[in-house]
Every structure is written in structure tokens, then in C-alpha cells.
């Protein structure tokens, strides 16, 4: 089988400061691999904005098997949803401009926060950066903070 990446990769980068993933996979520069040392187990993921969660939610929380994360959103989803409709019982025009407003914010407020929280998750679960470009790059994004010593 061929290399579907040949000359992508840089064999001869000892450090691997190329942006390789697991196996010699190319990254993009804004995803970050961490992994549990006791089990592991890898994930990959973006850092930052998340289109998909803004234009189709809660769709990725389904596909990365993020239950604890995709159960939050509902939950705040099926509030809001619920004190706006109560909100404005009289006026149905005014209801509907409350709700199609939500529907608009709702985009640019999960695809803001859900990389984070999928990270943050993974780090209460025992992952940790896999190396020091992701280590750096979810440092730099504020991720990811480094666990002080308790000596």
C-alpha cells in the first residue's frame, strides 16, 4: 500500500517539531493530541472556534461519544428554551423573535466554548497533552494549565 501522505512527513525530524500525529499523520497546527497514560487511549481534537458545533449542534458531541458534554448542552438548551417561551406567553411575534434570537446566539456560544469543555473533561478523565506542541498549544489557548506540586 502507498503512503497516502508521502511527502508530508519528515523521517528525519528526530524531534518531531513537524507536526506529525500519531503513526506519521500529519496535523494541522490548531489540533492537539492528549492521551491517558494509565489506559492509553488518544484523542485528537481542534483547538479553539468549532464550526461544527456552530452550524450543526449538538452533532459533534455525538460523534466524539462526548455523553457527559452533549447532556450539559441539552440541559442548558432545554432551560433557556423553557424561560423563553414563558417569557413571552401574550405575543407570539415577540416569542418567536426570542427564540429565533437564541437560535442565532446559541451558534457563536457553543462553538466558542465546546472545544474547551471537551478538553477540560478529558483532563478531569486523566488525559494529558501527548507532546509538547500540543502541550504548548493548549497552554497557549488556555486549556490546558500545568498541575502544581503539592510537596
Not at 16 to 25: C, R
Not at 66 to 71: S, V
Not at 82 to 93: D, K
Request: proline letters at 9%; a neutral charge.
Amino acid at each position: 500500500m502507498q503512503d497516502p501522505f508521502k511527502g508530508f512527513n519528515n523521517d528525519n525530524d528526530p524531534d518531531n517539531q513537524n507536526g506529525d500525529g500519531p503513526q506519521g499523520l500529519p496535523l494541522p497546527p490548531n489540533y492537539a493530541t492528549v492521551v491517558n497514560p494509565e489506559t492509553g487511549n488518544m484523542r485528537i481534537a481542534k483547538v479553539g472556534f468549532s464550526w461544527t458545533m456552530f452550524i450543526f449542534p449538538p452533532f459533534p458531541t455525538l460523534f466524539r461519544g462526548d455523553w457527559y458534554n452533549l447532556f450539559c448542552i441539552l440541559g442548558v438548551e432545554l432551560s433557556i428554551m423553557m424561560v423563553l417561551s414563558m417569557m413571552v406567553p401574550v405575543n407570539q411575534l415577540a416569542q418567536f423573535f426570542a427564540v429565533g434570537g437564541w437560535e442565532m446566539l446559541r451558534g457563536i456560544i457553543w462553538g466558542t466554548l465546546y472545544n474547551m469543555m471537551y478538553f477540560k473533561h478529558l483532563f478531569t478523565r486523566g488525559f494529558v497533552p501527548a507532546d509538547e506542541r500540543s502541550k504548548e498549544l493548549l497552554t497557549r489557548a488556555r486549556y490546558w494549565s500545568q498541575p502544581k506540586n503539592n510537596d
